[in-house]
């Protein structure tokens, strides 16, 4: 497996080389069409959304549904699903689960990247062949469900943390960036004495922030989004996380029960409220990513590499 | 005990040549590996196993002993025997084959077939160029700036759930969505794109596209930075235009990663987004939305018929096992590298 650790990025072009011909002005313009509208595609979306959920009830009802043009900040949408309820809780359920989730998941994929990491140590073979198979070989669906259940699991959340906390793309990323860190550190610290797990914790672990915050956000983005397991797995709706809500009021038409002790208090409408809970469902992925967004070549690039 | 040599220097000996990866079967590391006992080695390595452990176990239990499990496919499994699902598998009958004869004669499970080969030949078609396209397109970029904004915008929808893909779909092009809402302004009688059976294709294509082509980029961006600038020049010193670097230089420059991604997508044939379809099925009916990934969970969990979703599961994943080991057997006879040449 080639290891790349692609830090140095060819200097950015500013400079159209010499030899280049200057582009033609129609081929400029569909450039500029394609990626602006792409770019357009994600932005809009996002904007409209976010505004309706800030709209006031008049704004709303003179738009007909979303609106587009902002007229003034109404936070009471907001007030109503952070009130309790089930919005509240299902956020707690879902930052639960995806805090525990992420620091169980990354526990145990960098403990098993370092391990397999050293292809001269018992069992290598095996153990890595055990360990790549699941990526051709899906668990399925049905004797999964009866094993989740059947270890009583149902309506925890550790149906929702426990299966998915390996994943073998996540493992290989990690392994490849494990093995291109120089040998000569490890050897030198195995001839100060220190054994493996502290060789992984003093030496291996801080040269590796970058790609454990990727493979980090991964597992935070995989247990944020968990919604097909919680269908599977999830029966009581005060245990639903954030996206077995959305998708209950968004898409199966239910009403925002939102019944968090607002008595005779006029409900704020209902689009603002379905808006907000989009909204929330999208700002930590939102807030984080960009922070670890330009990790990401690095990172994925080896994992890529292996395929 | 039949170490000979303190522990410390048989670890420091032996793992040296360790991360720098000799050649594999090379004569050295054949030797080395006999010459130490496994006590030995065990005894060496206990910790590495240790830091394994938990990733076997989760693996174990919630990959394995599902992909055993697959045996119940083979019976007439009645969750209700027993107190839980390891009694019940114990005490259901063994029929055998009766579950495939069934499904095979099911008309639903065939649509639920053609239904699954018909989106993913669509998508080979309509979505796996456009991230190649995408790419180049940004890689001529001449602003790293403005590439890099563009790159921060379009890889954000990757992360999104399907459940939030499908309801920024619903809120554009739904019902009571965006689109609607401005065509009966306009006095037009608006679409229906969201529960049209007829363009569900089109349109699970177009969301599949809006989520993953600009993640889809990445893998072809890195594969562009390393071809080799001079080669440009070089052609273009011989007169090569825009278009024939970008036939002969920029497009086999990228050969082995589209045979790579090529072959994956094969594999995966017989999967297309199963989230995305399982949420909007109610909109658009069975008839077009439903896949096999679909019809085993309806089949199945859904309806509490566990032996006949556990057949169906089997055979997708049998048929998918064969998709990707002939593909991959292709790419090497086609002198690529393929998925498992480590």
């Not at chain 1, 073979?125 to 051709?136: E, G, N, Q, T, V």
């Not at chain 2, 579950?99 to 499970?109: K, M, S, Y």
């Not at chain 2, 306009?186 to 600009?214: R, S």
């Amino acid at each position: 497996m080639t290891v790349t650790i692609a830090r140095k990025r060819p200097a950015a072009r500013h400079h159209r080389p010499v030899w280049e011909e200057k582009p033609t002005p129609v081929g400029q313009a569909g450039k500029a069409v394609l990626l602006g509208l792409l770019v357009l595609s994600v932005l809009f979306p996002l904007w409209v959304i976010l505004v309706t959920s800030l709209s006031s009830r008049e704004t709303i009802a003179a738009a007909g549904g979303l609106v587009v043009i902002p007229q003034g900040i109404d936070t009471s949408a907001y007030e109503t699903i952070f009130a309790g309820g089930a919005v509240t809780r299902a956020l707690w359920i879902s930052t639960l689960v995806t805090v525990i989730g992420t620091a169980i998941a990354l526990t145990v994929t960098v403990l098993a990247a370092y391990g397999l990491s050293r292809p001269r140590s018992v069992g290598y073979r095996w153990l890595l062949a055990y360990f790549l198979l699941p990526f051709l070989i899906y668990p399925p669906l049905v004797p999964k469900y009866l094993v989740v259940t059947g270890l009583g699991l149902k309506d925890t959340i550790w149906a929702l943390i426990l299966p998915p906390a390996i994943s073998v793309f996540n493992l290989v990323v990690v392994r490849g960036f494990f093995q291109g860190i120089p040998q000569e550190l490890l050897d030198s610290a195995r001839i100060d004495g220190a054994n493996d797990f502290r060789t992984l914790a003093r030496i291996v672990l801080p040269l590796s922030r970058a790609v454990i915050a990727v493979v980090g956000l991964f597992y935070a983005v995989a247990y944020w989004n968990v919604w097909f397991d919680a269908v599977l797995f999830i029966d009581r709706n005060d245990m639903y996380p954030i996206q077995r809500v959305l998708q209950s009021y968004l898409l199966a038409g239910q009403a925002p029960n939102t019944s968090g002790g607002s008595s005779g208090v006029t409900m704020p409408p209902t689009e603002a409220i379905k808006m907000a809970v989009v909204i929330v469902t999208v700002t930590p992925i939102v807030a984080v990513y960009p922070f670890i967004q330009r990790h990401f070549v690095k990172g994925v690039l080896i994992g890529a590499i292996k395929g | 005990m039949s170490t000979s040599h303190a522990p410390v220097e048989a670890g420091t000996d032996q793992a040296r040549p360790g991360g720098a990866t000799p050649p594999p079967g090379s004569p050295a590391r054949r030797s080395g590996r006999r010459r130490v006992p496994l006590k030995a080695r065990l005894r060496r390595d206990w910790q590495l196993l240790a830091m394994v452990a938990p990733g076997f176990l989760i693996l174990l239990v919630f990959s394995y002993v599902p992909i055993l499990g697959n045996v119940i496919a083979f019976q007439d499994y009645n969750p209700y025997l027993g107190s839980n699902p390891l009694e019940a598998f114990v005490q259901s009958n063994w029929i055998g084959f009766g579950q495939f004869q069934l499904l095979f004669e099911d008309p639903a499970f065939w649509s639920a077939f053609r239904n699954t080969l018909a989106i993913t030949a669509f998508q080979l078609v309509f979505f796996f160029p456009l991230p190649i396209l995408l790419a180049i397109a940004l890689h001529n970029l001449l602003s790293s700036r403005l590439r890099g904004f563009i790159q921060t915008v379009v890889y954000l929808p990757h992360f999104f759930s399907w459940v939030l893909v499908v309801t920024f779909f619903v809120a554009m092009f739904g019902g009571a969505g965006l689109l609607a809402q401005t065509m009966r302004e306009a006095g037009m009688q608006p679409w229906n794109i969201m529960t049209n059976p007829d363009t569900f294709i089109i349109l699970v294509t177009a969301e599949a596209v809006w989520k993953d082509v600009g993640w889809g980029t990445i893998v072809f961006l890195a594969a562009l930075s390393t071809i080799d600038q001079n080669l440009y020049e070089a052609a273009a010193a011989d007169g090569a235009g825009r278009w024939r670097r970008l036939w002969h230089i920029t497009l086999p420059g990228l050969r082995p990663v589209i045979i790579l991604l090529l072959i994956l997508r094969l594999g995966d044939a017989l999967s297309v987004g199963f989230e995305q379809f399982l949420l909007q099925r109610e909109a658009v009916g069975r008839q077009a939305a439903e896949v096999l990934d679909t019809f085993v969970y309806y089949f199945s969990i859904a309806t509490g018929n566990y032996g006949y979703g556990a057949a169906a599961g089997l055979f997708k994943a049998a048929i998918g096992l064969c998709l990707i080991l002939a593909a991959n057997k292709v790419a090497h006879l086609l002198g690529e590298r393929g998925i498992y040449s480590r």
